[in-house]
């Protein structure tokens, strides 16, 4: 081997290098500089935007939340955290939905739905005073577009895209509220493209291999460079912020054990939270923490505060079965319903791009660690304190949200 390809092999290899590493830093999610990861600048304080240390996103320690990011719900700050709007980010704001009485869920038996359960939605008679969010309006005017019943599975066959379209919206909020930003001006591995069809020229104009082969290793590192880089949405400083606070929230969902709950609490802590464990995937837990407490308080007499107003059950009891095998499992059986793909050029400039994906299993396999919690379907009445929802200081299920995800949560649980 002579000088001339030395020369070409660490020429390319330099080049690649550098492309790699500029590409990524161009692409890398933003955070700010000087205040705890996860927070935002207080007013008055300087704002520094840096790109995250160490990768694409922030892949740093979280400290467990038990209360759930300020201004957001969780559909959107589901679709933040993973970069994607999935059908569990549509399926969470249902529930919020629901829990907030805007409509009501009854799971039915359904041949035609895959896994044999389907999930059958009511609007509200009489709305409650209790104002949505533009998109969350958008939603439940989508799903119930020509009547006042409508079952998910059967959504795709009527025309129905209220699940397609909210995706979208959540993907265009994600961008509007500032939590994705475009990635603007020339991208680093566009030069390894010029410098690789250059070399391909004078390689063929000389007939020198070194340059062809040097050429043919560049455009082929730039395109993986690109393809690796490129593709994905790229967070600003508040996306950041808002993914740390909703996986710190996460953390809380995913390792909450019964011993943290009251009786009294219980039905309104479930409800509150269950939006966003289905959007964070963690709802299989969730739900046995809460199918535990229910046995345990069965079986110690208390029937009182385990009501679940918003959701019913046709031809069978309230019990562990209820949550795991239809209430979850449901979401396996729809049809048609797959997550939005990817968004290309929807918003401009690559950063864009969410990577479509497949309706997503909500803890389906939570039947076994959830079965051994005995039946729950005991009277499940409205909670002690005469809220529907909202345990602790919670003044009711809608009061402490302030709208979508906004507001003042309050303490978990109460004192």
């Known amino acids: 081997m002579d000088v001339t390809w030395i020369g070409a092999a660490l020429g390319v290899a330099v080049l690649l290098v550098w492309a790699w590493r500029a590409q990524r830093r161009k692409f890398a999610d933003e955070m700010f500089a000087g205040v705890v990861p996860g927070l935002t600048p207080l ?194 400083a508040e996306g950041t912020a808002l993914r740390i606070q909703t996986l710190s929230f996460k953390r809380y969902l995913e390792t909450a054990e019964v011993e943290q709950f009251s009786y009294e609490e219980a039905a309104g802590i479930f409800s509150k939270y269950l939006p966003w464990a289905i959007a964070l995937g963690v709802a299989d837990h969730w739900v046995k923490v809460f199918g535990d407490l229910a046995a345990q308080a069965r079986a110690d007499g208390y029937d009182d505060g385990f009501d679940l107003v918003w959701l019913g059950v046709m031809g069978w009891g309230l019990h562990d079965a209820m949550f795991t095998l239809a209430m979850f499992s449901a979401m396996d059986g729809f049809d048609g319903m797959g997550d939005v793909g990817s968004l290309g050029d929807a918003f401009g400039d690559a950063g864009g791009m969410f990577d479509g994906g497949t309706m997503d299993s909500l803890g389906a396999d939570a039947g076994s660690a959830f079965g051994d919690s005995g039946g729950f379907d005991g009277d499940f009445s409205s909670v002690p304190d005469g809220s529907d929802f909202g345990g602790g200081d919670g003044g009711g299920f809608g009061g402490d949200w302030g709208g979508f995800g906004g507001g003042d949560w309050g303490g978990f649980g109460g004192d």
Do not use: C
Request: charged share 15%; glycine share 12%.
């Open 43 to 236: 007013g008055g304080q300087a704002e520094t935007r840096v790109p995250v240390p160490g990768g694409s996103e922030y892949s740093g320690e979280v400290a467990v939340a038990f209360n759930p990011p300020r201004g957001v719900g969780p559909g959107l700050a589901g679709t933040v955290v993973d970069g994607t709007p999935e059908n569990r980010d549509v399926m969470a704001t249902i529930v919020v939905l629901a829990a907030r009485g805007h409509l009501s869920i009854t799971v039915v038996e359904s041949p035609q739905a895959r896994g044999g359960k389907d999930w059958e939605l009511h609007v509200a008679d009489e709305p409650p005073a209790d104002p949505l969010d533009p998109i969350e309006q958008q939603l439940l005017g989508d799903l119930f577009l020509v009547t006042p019943d409508v079952r998910l599975s059967e959504l795709p066959a009527q025309g129905n895209r209220a699940f397609g379209d909210f995706q979208y919206t959540l993907a265009n909020a994600s961008y509007e509220r500032g939590y994705f930003r475009q990635v603007t001006g020339m991208h680093p591995v566009r030069v390894v493209w010029i410098a690789a069809g250059l070399l391909l020229l004078i390689g063929l104009a000389t007939s020198t291999g070194a340059a062809m082969a040097a050429g043919a290793v560049a455009a082929l590192g730039g395109a993986l460079i690109g393809t690796r880089t490129a593709q994905r949405p790229v967070r600003s």
